[in-house]
């Protein structure tokens, strides 16, 4: 989390986009033009937005691109398939998290390397369970720092996912509403009038 947790690093993270290098990766990892399923959720502006954006993307790369709109229930329900696209599974879908749920190593589930235990989408990837293992079982504050790096580091050369961005939502009350809980997330008790 940008400027929201004492582990925010630009550790391996690329300079700036290179849609030619993307488009070359592309060609090189054999894809062969079928299509792409990106779920999209059209009605939730944080991940229909999202789903719309890295359509053009994956276009603009050369790709065979199948946008399919469902509602956030049926994306919800669909992510959890594991079969082809073409049997009702996905290749791209897009959600978002509060800073509690990946501002260290341990908790983020999307840097889960563990195949069938991870996060959807099932990576696999011994380097970052190792890794988040470390940062567990190290008191040292700045050693853990390191280990965060270099998750970071194996998380961007191996991609189990990809930060589409970072975003607040505002929130107001009148002045006779009390107990509103400070939170990273909205809490909807404690309140009154």
């Not at 400027?3 to 290179?18: H, N, R």
């Not at 970052?128 to 270099?150: G, M, N, V, W």
């Not at 505002?170 to 309140?191: D, E, S, Y």
């Amino acid at each position: 989390m940008c400027g929201a947790t004492p582990y925010e690093s630009k550790a391996g993270a690329p300079v700036k986009p290179d849609l030619e290098r993307a488009r070359q990766l592309l060609k090189e990892s054999g894809y062969d033009g079928r299509p792409i399923v990106v779920l999209d959720p059209a009605d939730s502006p944080y991940a229909h937005a999202p789903a719309l954006v890295t359509t053009e993307l994956l276009k603009k790369l050369g790709a065979n691109v199948d946008l399919q709109a469902m509602d956030w229930s049926t994306m919800v329900a669909r992510r959890a398939k594991k079969e082809p696209p073409a049997q009702g599974g996905w290749n791209v879908f897009h959600t978002w998290a509060t800073s509690f749920d990946v501002m260290t190593p341990a908790v983020a589930a999307v840097l889960g390397g563990a195949g069938e235990k991870s996060w959807f989408g099932w990576p696999t990837s011994e380097a970052l369970e190792k890794l988040r293992a470390d940062f567990t079982r190290q008191p040292d504050s700045a050693k853990r720092k390191q280990i965060a790096e270099e998750v970071q580091k194996v998380a961007f050369d191996e991609v189990p996912f990809v930060t589409w961005g970072q975003f607040v939502i505002p929130g107001a009350f009148r002045k006779n509403v009390h107990g509103v809980l400070q939170f990273g997330a909205t809490l909807l008790w404690n309140i009154s009038v």
